[in-house]
């Protein structure tokens, strides 16, 4: 199993649709902040925009996907010349369609959903991301290609809306995060991603820590591995994954270790030696410092967060 593929079953990710924005100029769409383990994502089909979240803008153009793992509020704002107006929503069986009050004709086609993730190696992995995430697939003809794909299949369940709709949009939508996950940093892509490592033998690194977390890790053993030397690997992991080699160990040994704790009856020693741990504290001490609670009370208190549709 590839490491994207490894991480979005470990993540335990649902995903789904919650509106179709076709917005004319000079619109403005306040976008509330989602809830815990929910992460909104967006992705332009046709049209240019802008989209505000805190103080950062991100201009959009056809084939732009933005994730937003912490899932604060933020605005889109479609050019124009009119005095700014908001907008008007009609529901539907599946989603939302989201257009403009002056009822002018779109400019911008956007889909709008969300990713709805676990509370320990889902929060792990939207929260190592950087916030908020801009690729573009317009960029190379491969990509494209893709997301053209992927958006007349979008659309077409967009204006069917019928018996299995839903469940056709969230596999879409899933396949959407998979792609962002493997994109490496572009032009519109500020922070490294370190799931798409653009370096083929810092990704063989990662994979490795991902694929057996328990292993003995040592720097010399991850130069050997990407036959570079120890000062060579050390600066191009952190360049090409926006991290530092222990930073990236312990948090795929805490995702793993999550990923025990809700799917087998181990004990939390017996997790703790499987993800590299030689003492049952020291990984407790670790897993509360970056999940906030104890295994113990984690594997008890382990949920998915309930799936809500959200609207603007």
């Not at 596999?171 to 996950?181: D, E, I």
């Not at 952190?238 to 995702?255: I, K, Q």
Request: hydrophobic share 40%; with cysteine.
């Amino acid at each position: 199993m590839d490491s994207v593929s490894r991480l979005l079953r470990m993540a335990r990710l649902d995903a789904g649709l919650d509106k179709r924005c076709l917005l004319g100029a000079g619109t403005r769409m306040d976008v509330p902040a989602y809830d815990e383990l929910e992460a909104p994502f967006h992705v332009l089909l046709d049209g240019t925009c802008r989209m505000e979240v805190g103080a950062v803008s991100l201009d959009l153009r056809p084939g732009d996907v933005v994730v937003i793992p912490s899932g604060t509020p933020h605005r889109v704002v479609t050019d124009g010349d009119a005095a700014v107006t908001g907008t008007t929503e009609t529901a539907g069986d599946v989603f939302v369609t989201t257009r403009s009050e002056h009822g002018d004709g779109p400019v911008i086609d956007l889909f709008c959903g969300h990713f709805t993730f676990d509370a320990g190696a889902g929060s792990l992995l939207f929260a190592s991301m950087p916030d908020p995430v801009q690729v573009s697939f317009g960029q190379s003809a491969e990509s494209d290609d893709v997301l053209r794909m992927l958006s007349a299949l979008m659309r077409g369940e967009a204006q069917r809306e019928g018996e299995g709709t839903a469940v056709i949009l969230s596999a879409l939508c899933t396949v959407l995060l998979a792609m962002v996950l493997r994109t490496s940093r572009g032009d519109t892509t500020r922070t490294a991603l370190w799931t798409a490592a653009a370096d083929g033998r810092i990704a063989s690194a990662v994979e490795g820590m991902l694929n057996n977390p328990g292993a003995d890790w040592t720097i010399e053993r991850l130069s050997r591995l990407t036959a570079m030397s120890r000062a060579t690997f050390l600066r191009r992991f952190t360049r090409d994954t926006g991290t530092t080699v222990g930073a990236f160990l312990t948090r795929a040994r805490l995702m793993a270790a999550a990923e025990l704790l809700t799917t087998t009856d181990a004990t939390v020693a017996t997790v703790a030696g499987q993800v590299g741990y030689s003492s049952e504290s020291a990984f407790s001490r670790t897993f509360r410092a970056h999940l906030g609670t104890t295994p113990a009370r984690f594997r008890r208190g382990a949920t998915r967060a309930p799936r809500e549709t959200k609207t603007g």
